[in-house]
């Protein structure tokens, strides 16, 4: 009787003993496996200021918009930011040029996903985003705008990381002493023979108005893009600023294809001010796209001379802090991220709760539809001039 009683009493201890050491471990398991990524963040930190250099190549609207995040960056973790850029044609020709001469001075890129897309990623200079993926925040896709990651390159998915989407406007530029914005209620309306001589238009190549091609062809039609250009004969220009001078003297009361939606944004600061000019922000009958634009997508480059510098800006920036961050100083930039506040966001780029937008850069044809549009606008502007 005593033996059995030892005997069980001993088995009872050690069954003790291993089901609180399974429940050490597993009470034990998350904090390890959070100190694990905390010391990765930490040591990431140590690394990119032993680094000490981020270079960054900004197109112009995120060269307007996004200095203040670049530099907050700088300041909170201590790594200088260098910061260049300009046109993205100008931009991607710089790239690939001193890539050819074994030249790596870049680390991450925010041009047009045009740019990106037909001249970058074939040329084969981008790196991967997802394995640089370190914040458990940053990793989760519950957090963003239909529960998943954006990207600016929907055949792949891993090149082109979109961050913000503001809600998108016409693409049409007007001036209020000429045209009735009453008046344009469908994209087909800018055509009205009413019009002619006082029609603009960017360029429509492909750093200037390209991605307001590719949404032409893809919501209007193809054959409204043969209109614009050879009916409706717009007086072209590759330079925003002379077409907004002519807006404001009236020379012209309606414009296309000025650019991005920092060029766009500009016209509500001078209507601001007194200018007779308008952004169409109305939604036409065939729909409006929701574009991050150059100010709300980015590219790392493969070989980049900072890597650690890079990762680091990433997790932070893609955080709910480097994101909120974003929103406060870029009031234009409405984040993807759906977990912070939105209250910063100036209303007329705010997307609004419940409503599905249509964001064709994230389209699988979008790809394909942005290098045949842009392939057809050079055919038709050159058979023009003949």
């Known amino acids: 009787m005593t033996t059995k009683s030892r005997g069980h009493s001993g088995f009872v201890r050690v069954l003790s003993l291993v089901v609180g050491g399974l429940m050490l471990c597993a009470t034990t398991a998350p904090a390890l496996a959070q100190s694990s990524w905390e010391a990765e963040w930490q040591e990431l930190q140590a690394k990119a200021k032993k680094?000490?250099?981020?270079?960054?190549?900004?197109?112009?609207?995120?060269?307007?918009?996004?200095?203040?995040?670049?530099?907050?960056?700088?300041?909170?973790?201590?790594?200088?930011?260098?910061?260049?850029g300009g046109q993205g044609s100008l931009v991607t020709s710089r790239l690939l040029s001193e890539r050819a001469s074994g030249v790596y001075a870049l680390d991450l890129i925010q041009i047009g996903i045009g740019s990106v897309n037909e001249v970058l990623l074939p040329n084969d200079v981008l790196a991967p985003i997802p394995p640089q993926f370190l914040l458990p925040e940053v990793k989760d896709e519950s957090g963003w705008l239909d529960g998943h990651h954006w990207w600016g390159d929907p055949k792949t998915k891993q090149y082109v990381f979109c961050y913000a989407l503001p809600q998108g406007d016409t693409g049409i530029a007007i001036n209020t002493k000429l045209?009735?914005?009453?008046?344009?209620?469908?994209?087909?309306?800018?055509?009205?023979?009413?019009?002619?001589?006082?029609?603009?238009?960017?360029?429509?190549?492909?750093?200037?108005?390209?991605?307001?091609?590719?949404?032409?062809?893809?919501?209007?039609?193809?054959?409204?893009?043969?209109r614009w250009i050879t009916e409706a004969k717009p007086q072209l220009s590759s330079d925003t600023d002379v077409m907004l001078n002519w807006l404001i003297q009236g020379r012209y009361g309606i414009a296309m294809f000025m650019g991005g939606r920092g060029e766009m944004s500009q016209l509500d600061d001078l209507q601001k001010k007194g200018a007779p000019v308008?952004?169409?922000?109305?939604?036409?009958?065939?729909?409006?796209?929701?574009?991050?634009?150059?100010?709300?997508?980015?590219?790392?480059?493969?070989n980049a001379p900072n890597p650690n510098a890079a990762k680091l800006f990433i997790n932070w920036f893609l955080s709910k802090e480097g994101q909120l961050f974003m929103q406060?100083?870029?009031?234009?930039?409405?984040?993807?991220?759906?977990?912070?506040?939105?209250?910063?966001?100036?209303?007329?780029?705010?997307?609004?709760?419940?409503?599905?937008?249509?964001?064709?850069?994230?389209?699988?044809?979008?790809?394909?539809?942005?290098?045949?549009?842009?392939?057809?606008?050079?055919?038709?502007?050159?058979?023009?001039?003949?």
């Open 278 to 302: 308008m952004r169409m922000t109305k939604i036409m009958k065939e729909g409006a796209d929701a574009n991050p634009g150059s100010s709300g997508n980015f590219a790392l480059l493969k």
């Open 179 to 226: 045209v009735n914005p009453d008046d344009l209620n469908t994209y087909w309306d800018v055509l009205d023979p009413k019009y002619d001589g006082l029609r603009t238009s960017g360029d429509m190549g492909l750093s200037v108005g390209a991605h307001t091609v590719a949404t032409m062809w893809m919501m209007v039609g193809k054959d409204w893009l043969r």
């Open 51 to 84: 680094e000490g250099k981020l270079s960054v190549a900004l197109g112009g609207s995120s060269s307007r918009d996004l200095r203040p995040v670049y530099q907050e960056f700088e300041k909170k973790f201590g790594v200088r930011v260098a910061l260049g």
């Open 328 to 386: 406060t100083r870029f009031p234009a930039g409405d984040s993807l991220r759906v977990d912070i506040p939105k209250d910063m966001v100036d209303p007329a780029y705010r997307r609004e709760e419940g409503v599905k937008y249509r964001v064709l850069t994230t389209e699988l044809e979008y790809q394909d539809v942005l290098k045949e549009s842009t392939q057809y606008v050079e055919q038709l502007k050159r058979s023009m001039k003949k």
